[in-house]
């Protein structure tokens, strides 16, 4: 009959593990059928969360069937595929020693470990295989650059000098100096790039703007003429 007090337990093989542990048995199928009736009471006795209450509800069966087992030895059962609940608290228990161990190792701070040296001194350096000479580590470096050559020809940029606002007004009063009028398709003539062509417009609305110029255009897509004021 259970007349023990339990300590804390996490689960339902936490359980019987005290259970098992209490009675000093060592954990197997006859050790088990033992300490069904304690599991059963305990279970009664004991608040069970409803979320816990199904695992623990899992293990009092198989309990219950380890204790039919031993009172009916003939009794003849479907073998179960999956893992006995002995293996399952062997396991368990396990895991619960090496928790304790670790926690151990925490409180006492032995957070680092050392190993002997596994290389001496004299066993450090370069040993190349047999056979292997300067003519094949040459032949293997060139194998290698050979597969690094599409990472490495990067495209090449090249830097174009850039055209300012300010340049290309001094361009339209050069030109205007020489002529009283002149086509906007002149001042383009020697643009080279579309950024060019862009900046020579920009140019000449900043000139319309200050009034130093008057930009005439007879029709729709006729040549635009500029005149100096």
Known sequence: MFHHKTEQFEGPLSLLLQLIEKDELEITEISLAKV???FLVCLKLQKIPEDELADFLVIAAKLLLLKSKSIL???VLDEDSGISLEDQLKMYKEFVEAAKKIEDKIKKK???YFRETIFKPEDMGFFPPKGLNSGK???MFEEILEHLKPLLDLPKATLEKTISIKEK???I???LAQYSRVGFGEILNNAKNRTEIIVSFLALLELTK???IVVVQGNNFEEIM???I
């Open 169 to 171: 007004i001094q361009h």
């Open 137 to 139: 580590m040459r032949q």
């Open 173 to 175: 009063y050069s030109l």
């Open 73 to 75: 030895p003939n009794l």
């Open 226 to 228: 500029i005149e100096k």
């Open 210 to 212: 200050q009034r130093h």
């Open 36 to 38: 069904t009736e304690d």
């Open 110 to 112: 032995h957070f680092a």
